[in-house]
């Protein structure tokens, strides 16, 4: 994340969008073997989401203007993408269904979103949702996977150590 001003930003919005409801509606069906499966979006709290959104926004500085362009909508569309990411890997129990079923999803909603469709976008958005909105379903994918993942962890705590600091 660039200085203090984007993440002052992001956690002023970030509360604002803890007291907001999302779902995971009709638009993410999803195509997999378990389609007929109702989804179950996990249960997160505020602090959650809220490290969510901050996560995703420092990962990629794409997400980061894309959400200082779109407010709430932004918000809305990266937290469901985390929580339907997390609901196909629970519900298809495999990685690759997972992510067709999501890229499905989000194509059908895009133009309300306008959420950046880059591969980079959705690398990001699910693996940051497996870290902090779902990392209990890191047992649903390969283990190089899950190495990959503790290593962005790492990472964005480091970062996250390194602005307290700078902000402290």
């Known amino acids: 994340m660039r200085s203090g001003g984007l993440g002052t930003v992001l956690f002023a919005t970030t509360l604002l969008i803890s007291t907001l409801s999302f779902g995971t509606g009709a638009a993410w069906a999803g195509s997999g073997a378990h389609a007929g499966v109702p989804l179950r979006a996990p249960t997160t709290t505020p ?26 909508v932004a918000l809305r569309a990266m937290l469901t993408d985390g929580a339907a990411f997390c609901a196909f890997l629970l519900r298809d129990e495999g990685i690759d269904a997972a992510l067709v079923d999501l890229a499905d999803g989000a194509r059908s909603v895009e133009t309300q979103t306008h959420l950046p469709s880059s591969v980079r976008t959705f690398n990001t958005l699910e693996s940051v949702a497996m870290i902090d909105l779902c990392p209990r379903e890191q047992r649903l994918i390969p283990a190089s996977v899950r190495s990959k993942l503790h290593q962005l962890a790492a990472s964005l705590a480091s970062s996250s150590d390194s602005s307290k600091s700078k902000s402290g």
């Open 47 to 72: 602090a959650q989401d809220a490290a969510y959104l901050t996560n995703v926004a420092q990962a990629d500085s794409e997400l980061a203007t894309y959400t200082q362009q779109e407010g709430n």
